[in-house]
Structures are given as C-alpha cells and as structure tokens.
C-alpha cells in the first residue's frame, strides 16, 4: 500500500483498524453466530434458507420481454453455498494520483473516497464468514446479482425493467451500474441489511471528489451515491396494519439520513440515529428509475400464490358476471394473456364501480370510433355510466398477478384508478396510502402492477359486479 504524507487536521494516521462495522448503529455479528458447517453444498434433504425476495414495482408478475437470467422482475436471495459478506478492516490515506496503484490488488474490497486533488482515503474490507452480499444494480456485469433498469410507469405492463424498450434505452438511465449491496446474516433470524452503493469488477466503490462523502466523529469515512438509495420501512406489519413510513436515505455505510434537499444534492441530510438500514416485511427500496419492495418467507405466507391466483380468477368467472346493459357473459383472460384485450373482458368505469362489457358509446368528450373488431376504444374520452351517469375514465378490467405484491390472500373486489388492476380491499388500500417517489423530489401514490399515477379521491374503487339474471 502506498502511502502519501497527509496532515493530521485532514486525516487520521496513515493506516487505521477499524472494528467490524462502519456503522455504528449496527452491532456486528456475534462470534461464532455461524457455527454449523459449511462445506460448500447443501445437504440433499434440507432446502436452502431464503432471506427473502426483492419484487420490482410496475411489473405485473414478468418483465415485458420475459424474464431472464438476471434480468427479472423478482429475485429470491438464498443462503449461498459459501459466504461471500465483506466487512470494512484498514483505513489507509494515500495521495489521490496514487489511488489507482494502492487498489491494484484486485481479490481485495475496498472504497475510495476522494476528499481533494491530493488526498484519497481508501477502507479496505476483509471477508465475513458470517454474511452472504447480493449486488443490485444497471449493470449487467458478474458482480451484479440483480440487473434492473428503469421502470416506466404509466401504462399497462410499464417498461421493462432489466429489459429497455426493445432492448435498448432511448432515454439515459438514472440508475446506478452498481446501486447497492443487501448483506444477510447466515445465522438466524437471518438479518438483512442495506447500504449504497455496489462493487465494481475491480472488488472497488468510488466517491469522487463531487461525491457527498464525510468524516465522521470518530474518525471514520462515509458518503452518499450521485442519486442515492432511499428506503421506507412501513410502520406496523406490512401484512396486517400497515402504514406507510417516511422515506429516508441510505449511505455507503449503511447508516440513516433524512431526504437531500434534491435527489443529487452534495449536501447530506441530517442523521436519523434511532432508524436502521434493517430492511423487514414490505420495506421499499428506490434506485431513482426503479423501485424495490422486500418481502420476508413469512410475510409471503400470507399472500396469494400463482396457483392460488388463478383459482380467484376461475371463481370470478364461475359467477358468471354480466354486463347489466348487454346481458352478455364477461370473463377474466387467463394470468399468462397480457395487453391484449380479449373481447368477453370485464370493463368498469373508474368513478363509481359499475362493471360492463365493451360498448363504443357513452362518450361525452372526444368521442372516437371503436377499435378494430369493436374490442377497443380508439380514443380515452370520458364515458358515462349508462347505470350511474357518472362520467370518468373507463378501462378494461386486469387481475393483478404478482402475488407478492398483495397484502393478504383476500376475494378481488377492488381495483385501483385509473389502471384497473384488480386485487384485494386490503391491498389497495394499503397501497394507496404509499408515497412512491418520482424524479428527484415528487412523491405520488402509484399502482404497484404497472406504476400508474393513483387518481380519485381514493385510488380505487369497489367493483359492483351484476350476477346472471337467470
């Protein structure tokens, strides 16, 4: 290691050992908390322990190109075979033109944070027996656990995160090629916890000299990423009472701060001493361009499985819906037809709940031709409700088909406006009540099947279905 004489009132003594964590407010693991035996496989008959599932909001069940690889809109994170947790073990201060020569041990971690012209501090990290990393970010490099990109909201299947639009971007990304690292404990009750920012191919993070980055009290480093990583844990159990959080930022070493004034401010918001980077049971984690909802093994337990999804939808079509105007029998297209709208597809009208099939009159603005085969509008101008008279948006009906989304395993009765993705009370509910952030400092409710701006006074609406007359 190189090392370049630095002043005293800058920086701390040229090498410095630090204790197992660079935050303080998280106690390192107990010794020997990862005492059963590891020989790099699994035993036959044990299943490998899942920390949990990170769930990309907009995607109703699958990326619109398909899932693969790493590319997905939902990954589980297992116990690995071998642990592969970093943890943060010599400070070293080094002139800045040297840096790229002190890193050039390429099987060690490190982070660089570059304080001026001529001063580099550089923390390097030695191997954790006692945690398993996972690394989420833009690129699609082998460092990278979860690939995701930006998520369009705003229509039916959103964009493609992970995929692009067709492949490729038209517009540049906000996300970071390395946005963070979630580290589990291997030891129960399995702990996982968030930090900013991700390893590059050279095992290295690097704060730029423009980078919001800072000493702190006790003589260690921490920084912020360009964009930074926010999270809200949800107040009570996300599956049984939940409420909606406020949202905080992350920092490199995974301690709590209140918001930036802008999403990319390099002045940092003010520490949150009694708030963690423990991620639970339906905590959100934002990438500006795409954002992540993590859910526990027990709180899947209470959410509806795929199987289970398809047995609502075959229970909603066994009820035989009519359209109260035509009398014709409506039904629910199947978990795996997408966007394409088939023509005994419920519809309903946003503003008071009346479920109908497809008409092509009842315009009272804009009005427009039907669609090709009479299945869909050619325009979006308000409808009337020929049971109501109430005029508003009218869209065909979706089920919501990524379970790990919903809040409970409960009947579709609801729908959230103005999208039409149907789930349970509870779930609209709940997610109506949470502030999604958008760009560098708006904040909207959003539908988590496609990421539709919530509209109405509520964000959704109580379907009213009308049974067979006979």
Not at 117 to 138: A, C, K, L, P, W
Not at 271 to 285: A, M
Not at 386 to 398: D, E, I, S, T
Not at 421 to 429: A, D, I, L, P
Request: charged share 20%; glycine share 12%.
């Amino acid at each position: 290691m190189v090392l370049e004489g630095s002043s005293e009132s800058l920086c701390p003594p040229p090498s410095l050992e630090l204790r197992p964590s660079c935050n303080k407010s998280q106690p390192s693991p107990p010794l020997g908390s990862s005492s059963q035996p590891h020989d790099g496989v699994f035993p036959e008959d044990k299943e490998p322990v899942k920390y949990g599932e990170l769930i990309v909001l907009g995607h109703n069940g699958s990326l619109a190109n398909g899932d693969k690889g790493r590319r997905r809109s939902r990954l589980a994170l297992y116990k690995r075979p071998k642990a592969n947790g970093v943890r943060p073990d010599v400070i070293h201060n080094v002139s800045t033109p040297l840096v790229s020569k002190a890193l050039s041990n390429k099987s060690q971690h490190s982070i660089s944070y570059t304080l001026s012209r001529s001063h580099s501090v550089i923390v390097e990290y030695t191997h954790d027996t006692n945690t398993d990393m996972f690394q989420i970010g833009r690129s699609t490099e082998s460092m990278i656990d979860f690939v995701v990109t930006d998520t369009a909201g705003g229509g039916q299947g959103g964009g493609a995160a992970g995929e692009g639009s067709g492949g490729g971007q038209s517009t540049q990304s906000t996300i970071s090629r390395y946005a963070c690292r979630i580290m589990c404990e291997r030891s129960a009750p399995y702990t996982a916890r968030i930090y900013a920012a991700g390893f590059d191919s050279s095992k290295n993070i690097f704060l730029g000299e423009r980078a919001a980055k800072w000493r702190t009290s006790d003589g260690l480093m921490d920084g912020l990423t360009t964009n930074g990583v926010l999270v809200m844990h949800p107040t009570g159990e996300f599956v049984s009472e939940p409420g909606p959080g406020i949202w905080r930022e992350i920092s490199v070493c995974g301690n709590v701060f209140a918001l930036r004034e802008t999403r990319s401010a390099q002045q940092r918001g003010k520490l949150v001493e009694n708030e963690s980077n423990t991620l639970q049971d339906g905590s959100l984690i934002d990438l500006c361009g795409a954002t992540l909802l993590w859910r526990t093994p027990a709180g899947l337990r209470h959410t509806p499985t795929l199987k289970q999804l398809e047995s609502l939808r075959q229970e909603l079509n066994a009820a035989r819906p009519q359209c109260p105007v035509g009398f014709n029998t409506l039904a629910f297209p199947s978990l795996a037809q997408r966007e394409i709208v088939d023509k005994k597809q419920p519809w309903v009208y946003v503003n008071c709940g009346h479920v109908h099939g497809y008409h092509n009159w009842g315009y009272r603005k804009d009005k427009g031709p039907a669609g090709p085969g009479g299945t869909a509008p050619a325009s979006t101008g308000e409808r009337e409700c020929p049971m109501c008279r109430r005029v508003g948006p009218y869209v065909p009906l979706w089920l919501g088909c990524e379970g790990g989304l919903y809040l409970d395993a409960g009947p579709p009765t609801h729908a959230f406006c103005p999208c039409g993705h149907v789930c349970s009370e509870k779930t609209v509910n709940g997610w109506s009540q949470i502030p999604l952030p958008h760009g560098t400092h708006a904040f909207h409710a959003a539908c988590p099947f496609c990421g539709t701006w919530l509209t109405g006074e509520q964000g959704y609406i109580k379907l009213i279905f009308q049974g067979p007359v006979d």
